[in-house]
């Protein structure tokens, strides 16, 4: 090799080595996960930039320092004991460890040790290698938590709630003190109309207003889920007695019938609640939550805002559900409803002025079935729109039969539910039955609830304007009760307003009900509506609803809801002694 060869190849070895260097530097410097590098006696003599940030030490600060200076004390001796051992045996180790920042904040790192060792086998240096866990470990947490958590409301999903009632009963089942847990299952009333009324959002902002006040009623070992789109389950644990159960069941519609606002709207809802007890009702998660489900729907039936506890009597109302949808439909096919009609009389001339339709039914199998048992459940199944057409029909042919004995001067007030209303084809459907019966809108009164007006829409306007332009009479039913709004009834062309029952009856006794009944009729008079007091059943009642300038009257005082042929008597009747 010639001179000039060996100087070439020495310059290519030592340019080999300082690119070399350069690179490990660059390498060192630039990667994301920590490096701390100690000597043989496990002081520390270098740190990369990705240390500093990680921990927040300086190379200033940790340097002849041992990795003692991030210990955090999760970990004790045996454990650094067994790390190094495996060091000294293996040559490496690596695992996840919990280390502390300058700040004092744990975190946990996954961390590789090595030992660095020389020709002759000799550890000249630990090479330790970090990779910083606690994002990682956040998004893992977050995910766990999403799995288990009900993203809008925040509190536990379906799933969660299973898991932990499974917990909780594997517990319970082996416990040396029997002990007993209460399951509510919780649905809030009408909650459709919400979100039709408010829209999605604001429906959205009631359930999580919702969970925030039911649990603040509770313990931390008590669980609380959403259970469904509107429901809710909760299991009070470890109660002492039933009462308890009950107590809460209290507390819980009580704080229900506060308004909720939400969006600077005052919103008013209930809630039916059914109750099932551990063990007495079951010993699994799905008996006592089918059970508890079975006992609100037996809630709902005597009312909103009520609960019930489950009793063995409720299996049998199942199939009468069952029964109650077969024979009904089986119903409206055949015509199997009657009329019944409660005069409405003015208190000022006596005179019969009108008479309110009411249907009736009574059934082979189920007997006389109250309407409101099939009435709401025809809302519910969609089946209150071919009964409410038959309605009219039976309406029809009554008006042509009171004509005929002189009576085309009472017109028949009909009930139209918000379903049937908010149908597309409401009012062609209304105008064919009328056109085929061939009588007049003049002769009848269309009553709606508050239900129906809450969408005040300008669909909804343009309806009740278009019935009042065929010649209905147009009846607002139960004011009083439900979302009461001095803005629907001057937007919407109604004639007639009609005080629940619920204001009247205590008007005698109440100086507080009394003054409301005054009020309402005060404000209607002011708008042009005529009013009518619902539930009249005595004189006096009578004698203070014409001081207060009410206009009309209905209820038992003057007569109950009677078939037609009973009420073409009463006419006469009325007539007689007038």
């Not at 009554?398 to 409401?426: E, M, T």
């Not at 039913?477 to 005080?499: A, M, Q």
């Not at 203070?544 to 078939?563: N, R, T, V």
Request: glycine share 6%.
């Amino acid at each position: 090799m010639s001179s000039k060869d060996f100087t070439h190849n020495n310059m290519d070895i030592e340019h080999s080595s300082v690119y070399k260097t350069s690179l490990v530097k660059v390498i060192f410097e630039n990667v994301e996960e920590g490096i701390m590098i100690t000597n043989e006696k496990k002081c520390i003599i270098a740190v990369n930039p990705a240390f500093e940030f990680v921990t927040g030490y300086s190379l200033s600060e940790v340097i002849g320092n041992t990795p003692a200076i991030l210990q955090s004390g999760m970990h004790d001796s045996s454990f650094y004991k067994k790390m190094w051992a495996k060091i000294e045996k293996d040559g490496m180790w690596q695992g996840e460890i919990w280390n502390r920042r300058k700040t004092g904040d744990i975190y946990p790192e996954w961390l590789t040790i090595i030992a660095v060792k020389d020709g002759d086998n000799n550890i000249m240096n630990y090479c330790g290698i970090f990779t910083d866990l606690s994002e990682r470990k956040s998004v893992e947490s977050e995910l766990k938590k999403r799995t288990l958590t009900d993203l809008l409301t925040k509190v536990n999903n379906r799933f969660a709630y299973l898991e932990r009632m499974k917990a909780l009963l594997l517990t319970s089942a082996t416990a040396t003190t029997p002990m007993r847990h209460a399951i509510y299952f919780l649905d809030i009333d009408r909650f459709k109309q919400v979100n039709e009324v408010f829209g999605h959002a604001v429906g959205d902002k009631l359930l999580i207003a919702v969970a925030k006040r039911i649990r603040r009623l509770l313990k931390n070992k008590d669980i609380l889920a959403r259970y469904g789109d509107d429901e809710f389950a909760i299991t009070l644990t470890n109660i002492v007695h039933p009462r308890e159960a009950a107590k809460f069941a209290q507390q819980v519609l009580h704080a229900m019938e506060q308004p909720f606002i939400i969006d600077g709207q005052e919103i008013f809802i209930s809630v039916s609640i059914g109750i099932s007890l551990y063990p007495l009702d079951g010993g699994t998660t799905d008996e006592l939550v089918h059970r508890a489900d079975k006992a609100m729907y037996f809630s709902r039936q005597t009312g909103p805002g009520n609960f019930a506890f489950f009793i063995e009597d409720l299996e049998i109302d199942t199939k009468r559900v069952s029964l109650l949808d077969t024979e009904l439909r089986k119903a409206i096919e055949n015509n199997d409803f009657q009329l019944y009609f409660q005069p409405k009389v003015s208190l000022k001339t006596k005179q019969v002025i009108g008479v309110e339709a009411l249907v009736r039914w009574t059934n082979d199998k189920l007997g006389q079935v109250s309407p409101g048992e099939f009435i709401p459940y025809s809302e519910e199944t969609g089946l209150i729109i071919p009964l409410s057409e038959m309605i009219i029909e039976m309406a029809c042919s009554a008006f042509h039969v009171l004509r005929a004995n002189g009576y085309a001067n009472v017109p028949i007030a009909l009930n139209i539910s918000s379903i049937h209303f908010q149908q597309q084809n409401f009012l062609e459907t209304i105008q064919k039955i009328l056109e085929k019966n061939n009588t007049s809108a003049h002769n009848f009164e269309i009553e709606v609830t508050e239900r129906t007006v809450l969408d005040n829409s300008s669909e909804a306007i343009s309806k009740f304007d278009r019935l009042k332009q065929l010649g209905f009479t147009l009846s607002i039913d139960d004011f009083g009760t439900g979302y009461s709004s001095l803005s629907y009834l001057i937007r919407f062309p109604f004639d007639v307003l009609k005080i629940d029952r619920s204001f009247v009856q205590h008007i005698c006794s109440s100086e507080e009900k009394q003054g409301v009944v005054d009020a309402i009729i005060q404000m209607a008079h002011r708008l042009n509506m005529q009013v009518v007091a619902e539930g009249v059943e005595s004189k006096q009642q009578v004698q203070l609803l014409q001081e207060i300038d009410c206009d009309f009257a209905q209820g038992f005082h003057y007569s109950k809801p009677m078939p037609l042929g009973e009420l073409l008597q009463f006419l006469a009747y009325w007539e007689h002694i007038q």
